[in-house]
C-alpha cells in the first residue's frame, strides 16, 4: 500500500481518499457522492479544534458526534488507557470474575445519579455504545415484566424523529423514518408518538407550556390505544439530538412522568448525549425533574475517547432482575471493559477538578444562550435556541411568516457548506443547523463560534440571493 503519511508528517490525501473508496464502507453514508468529493481526511485535534490532511483548522462546535466533552488531546486520558492496557488490557466479566476499574467506575456513576424521590440508581449494566445499550434496554424491560409475570407487557414507546441508535432494536425504538425504510423495522411491539416540536406541531395561539402537555398525552393516547396492560415501557431523549435539538417545553417531562406511574409503565431516559455534562448536569433527567427507571448512556462518559456505554439501572428494575432474576441470559465481551472503564474514571476526574458540568450550568451555558438570543435578528433565523451545550437555529425563507424554504434548495447544506469553508464544523438537519461544543470551551471561544456563525449565515444568504433563492 502506498505511504500515506510521508515522513515530514504531511499526509497524501489522494492517496487517503483512493484506499478509502476503495475498502472503507461509512456509516450514514452516500458511496457515490462521497466517492465523487473525496472524504475529508481528519488528522489530528485538540483542544476545540480539528486538522485536517490539508493543513485546515476547524472548531468543532459538534464535539466529534457529540461526545468529546472533554475536548481533545486530554493527556490524562491518554494516560489512564496506557497505564490500564499494562496492567490488564482485557478480561471479561462473565463467570463470577470481575475488574476493579468496571466496579470503581459502577460505585462512581451511582454517585453522581441523583436520588428522586426515594428512587436511586445504584446498579450498572455495560457494553461499548448507544445502540447496544438500548438494545439491553429492550431485553431488560421486557425480562423485568416476565419476571413479574406480566410477559404480555412487551410494547415499548418511542417517538418519531427521536433516535436512539442504528442496531435492530435501537433503529426500532428511534422513530426516523428513513431508517425503518431499511430492513424491515421496527421489529415487533414497538411503537412511536409525534415528538415534542413546538414549532412544527404547536396549533395557533398556543402557548409552549399548553402544547407541552398536550403532546405527552399523546403518550396516553397511544398507551389507550395499545391496551395499558400490554405496554412495557416509554423510551425518550431528553432533548432530541439527532433530529434536529428539540427542546420539549418544561411542561412535557412532569406531564410524561405523570403518565408513566398511571399506567405504571417504566420510563427509560436516552442520555447517550444529554448527560455528563451536555446540559448542565451529570444526568438530564435531574434538569427537566422527572424520575427514570432506566438510563442510556455512552458518549460523554469517556469523552469519545474509547467506546464505553451502559444502562444506569433503577432500584425499581435492579431489585426484580438481580434479586428473583436468575441468570440473565445478556451480555457482551466488552461489558466492564476495564480500558474503556479506566478511561472513563479518568475523564469524570477531570471534568470534576475543572467543573466542567457546573460551568456549563452556571455559567458558558447562559453566555452560549445569550449570544444566541443575538442570532434571531438575522434575516434567516426563524428560532435559535440552546438548553445547556446544545443549541439549533432554523433557517427560513421569510420571518415574518416563519416560511420554510422549499426542499429542493437545501438550505441546511448550503449554510453546512460555508461552515466548512471557513473552518467551522455545525451540523445540518434538514434546514435546522444544530452544535453541541465541547464543555471546555470558554467564553472567549463562545464569542469565537458566534462570529463564526455568523460569518456563515451571512455568507449563506448572500449566495441564496445571489441565486435568486429568497
Ligand atoms: N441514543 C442516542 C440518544 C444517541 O444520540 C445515539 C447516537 N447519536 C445513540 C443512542 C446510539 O449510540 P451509538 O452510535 O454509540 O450506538
Redesign the pocket.
Known amino acids: 500500500p502506498p505511504a500515506l503519511v510521508q515522513r515530514d508528517q504531511k499526509h497524501d490525501t489522494a492517496a487517503v481518499q483512493t484506499l478509502d473508496s476503495a475498502h472503507f464502507i461509512h456509516p450514514f453514508t452516500d458511496h457515490a457522492d462521497l466517492a465523487a468529493q473525496g472524504a475529508k481526511v481528519i488528522v489530528k485535534a485538540d483542544n476545540i479544534h480539528v486538522f485536517d490532511s490539508e493543513g485546515h483548522k476547524m472548531l468543532d462546535a459538534m464535539s466529534g458526534?457529540?461526545c468529546v466533552n472533554a475536548g481533545y488531546a486530554r493527556k490524562e486520558l491518554a494516560d489512564a488507557a496506557y497505564q490500564q492496557m499494562m496492567t490488564l488490557p482485557f478480561y471479561n466479566n462473565f463467570f463470577n470474575t470481575t475488574n476493579v476499574p468496571a466496579v470503581r467506575l459502577a460505585a462512581k456513576l451511582a454517585s453522581l445519579a441523583p436520588e428522586v424521590d426515594g428512587r436511586s440508581f445504584r446498579h450498572v449494566f455495560y457494553s461499548s455504545?448507544?445502540?447496544?445499550?438500548?438494545d439491553t434496554n429492550v431485553r431488560m424491560v421486557r425480562r423485568y415484566w416476565d419476571l413479574l409475570g406480566q410477559p404480555q407487557r412487551k410494547v415499548i414507546i418511542g417517538r418519531l424523529n427521536g433516535?436512539?441508535?442504528?442496531?435492530m432494536a435501537?433503529a426500532s425504538l428511534g422513530g426516523m423514518s428513513g431508517m425503518h425504510a431499511q430492513g424491515d423495522l421496527p421489529i415487533p411491539d414497538i411503537q412511536h408518538i409525534e415528538q415534542p416540536y413546538f414549532a412544527e406541531k404547536a396549533r395557533a395561539g398556543e402557548s409552549a407550556a399548553e402544547f407541552g402537555v398536550r403532546a405527552a398525552r399523546w403518550l396516553e393516547d397511544k398507551i389507550l390505544a395499545v391496551g395499558p396492560d400490554r405496554v412495557a415501557a416509554f423510551i425518550g431523549?431528553p432533548v432530541q439530538?439527532?433530529g434536529g435539538v428539540i427542546i420539549p417545553p418544561d411542561t412535557y417531562w412532569p406531564e410524561i412522568q405523570r403518565i408513566v406511574d398511571k399506567y405504571g409503565i417504566l420510563l427509560i431516559s436516552?442520555e447517550?448525549?444529554c448527560a455528563f455534562g451536555r446540559l448542565g448536569h451529570w444526568f438530564a433527567y435531574e434538569k427537566f425533574g422527572y424520575k427514570p427507571d432506566l438510563i442510556?448512556f455512552?458518549?460523554g462518559v469517556t469523552s469519545g475517547y474509547v467506546p464505553l456505554?451502559g444502562v444506569m439501572v433503577g432500584d425499581r428494575v435492579a431489585k426484580v432482575l438481580i434479586e428473583q432474576g436468575g441468570e440473565f441470559n445478556h451480555g457482551y465481551t466488552y461489558s466492564g471493559h476495564p480500558v474503556a472503564c479506566a478511561v472513563a474514571l479518568a475523564n469524570i476526574e477531570l471534568m470534576e477538578r475543572e467543573g466542567l458540568v457546573e460551568r456549563v450550568r452556571n455559567d458558558t451555558g447562559p453566555y452560549l444562550a445569550e449570544r444566541f438570543e443575538e442570532l434571531q435578528a438575522h434575516p434567516l433565523v426563524g428560532a435559535a435556541d440552546t438548553c445547556g451545550f446544545v443549541g439549533g437555529i432554523t433557517l427560513v425563507k421569510n420571518k415574518a411568516t416563519m416560511a420554510a424554504f422549499d426542499a429542493d434548495v437545501g438550505v441546511g447544506m448550503i449554510c453546512r457548506g460555508h461552515c466548512f469553508k471557513n473552518g467551522l464544523i455545525m451540523r445540518a438537519v434538514g434546514d435546522r443547523m444544530i452544535i453541541a461544543p465541547p464543555l471546555v470551551m470558554t467564553r472567549a471561544q463562545v464569542d469565537e463560534l458566534m462570529g463564526l456563525i455568523k460569518l456563515c449565515l451571512d455568507a449563506t444568504l448572500d449566495e441564496l440571493r445571489s441565486a435568486g433563492k429568497l
Open positions: 458526534l457529540w455504545s448507544g445502540s447496544e445499550s438500548n433516535y436512539h441508535g442504528s442496531t435501537g431523549e439530538g439527532a436516552d447517550v448525549i442510556t455512552a458518549k456505554g
